[in-house]
């Protein structure tokens, strides 16, 4: 049962061109959203957040939007750079749970192209 | 570096045998939690524990691994009669329990294992 699904495997965009990585989840008791970074033989590195309150937030080049009707979340990178290229995962708690354990998402490999 | 630290980095170790991963987390972090993350997934959560209390256990942590926190500080997590399929990256994370900063898991560089 994949509460978390990142549909697209990779994504590879041109430098300087948005990049845009899709994740879709199905508990509807989340309310809290991350994106991670990860790059090979290193842990996830804390990118963004937003709270099932909010629809939108933005931070420098990375903004995330989040639709709790569809139960999507978006994270777009404006401009895209050679140095974003890494696996960038999402992840979603159940605040009511108190733990605050994150579900993953499979992941999306991320090729921006000089 | 003040960040969650994890050691040894590397682990190679035959069937059978037993390896212990230690984890350091962020200083004044009560909450701590270990995932495991295999080639094309995401990671997995394994354990929580809030102070030393170990909190929840994943149906994932089977009983040949165990993890402890006995001060409250660091942790480890130990594989005992290790199999090829306990081959993964062991990520250790810690979280605040305070106010807004309390919603952001930070993770260590992980602790790889392999199984031969």
């Known amino acids: 049962d994949q509460q978390v699904k990142q549909n697209s495997p990779s994504l590879s965009v041109q430098e300087g061109r948005i990049s845009i990585l899709n994740c879709d989840y199905t508990?509807?008791?989340?309310?809290?959203f991350l994106w991670y970074k990860k790059y090979p033989a290193e842990g996830p590195t804390f990118l963004i957040s937003i709270s099932s309150i909010k629809d939108k937030n933005e931070d420098g080049r990375f903004t995330v939007f989040l639709n709790k009707s569809a139960k999507h979340l978006s994270l777009h990178i404006v401009p895209s750079q050679p140095g974003d290229s890494a696996v960038y995962f999402c992840a979603a708690s159940e605040g009511s749970s108190n733990t605050g354990k994150l579900i993953f998402g499979q992941g999306t490999t991320l090729q921006v192209k000089p | 570096d003040t960040g969650v630290s994890q050691n040894p980095r590397h682990k190679i170790t035959k069937r059978g045998q037993n390896v212990t991963f230690r984890c350091d987390p962020i200083s004044e972090h009560n909450r701590l939690y270990w995932y495991r993350q295999t080639l094309g997934q995401g990671p997995e959560f394994l354990t929580y524990f809030q102070n030393e209390a170990q909190l929840e256990k994943s149906r994932l942590l089977s009983d040949r691994f165990s993890a402890e926190r006995p001060k409250g500080s660091f942790s480890t997590l130990e594989i005992q009669r290790t199999e090829q399929g306990d081959s993964a990256m062991y990520l250790c994370a810690s979280r605040s329990n305070r106010g807004k900063a309390g919603n952001t898991i930070y993770f260590g560089e992980g602790s790889w294992l392999t199984v031969v």
């Open positions: 508990n509807s008791m989340f309310d809290y």
